[in-house]
Nanobody, 118 residues
């Protein structure tokens, strides 16, 4: 059974930090590119960051570049998102998404809420 379980969300003040984690099981994690995608209240899905299967390449949306860092541990089947200098506009539900490149296979987690507010 495929599972992606996010954790680490919560309420943080502007300028603060959070570290999201996604634990994967039920598929060959090391073969999948891993994404973090968010959805702010009343808005559509927004791609935040991606890391390739081997972990050697990372990409970020302009809105988070320089503040967020994605990483993965293929031995532990986890992918993390370190979020620093958080802004109110970062408030969203953050989803972990696994994609098998070129195969049309993808999995989603249930999401974790991040709220940035004073």
């Amino acid at each position: 059974q495929v599972q992606l379980v996010e954790s680490g969300g919560g309420l943080v003040q502007p300028g603060g930090s959070l570290r999201l984690s996604c634990a994967a099981s039920g598929f060959t994690f090391s073969s999948y590119w891993m994404y973090w995608v968010r959805q702010a209240p009343g808005k559509g899905l927004e791609w935040v960051s991606v890391i390739n299967a081997g972990g050697g390449s990372t990409y970020y949306a302009d809105s988070v570049k320089g503040r967020f860092t994605i990483s993965r541990d293929n031995a532990k089947n986890t992918v993390d998102l370190q979020m620093n200098s958080l802004k109110p506009e970062d408030t969203a539900v953050y989803y972990c998404n696994a994609r098998l490149t070129g195969r049309g296979v993808e999995y989603w987690g249930q999401g974790t809420q991040v709220t940035v507010s004073s």
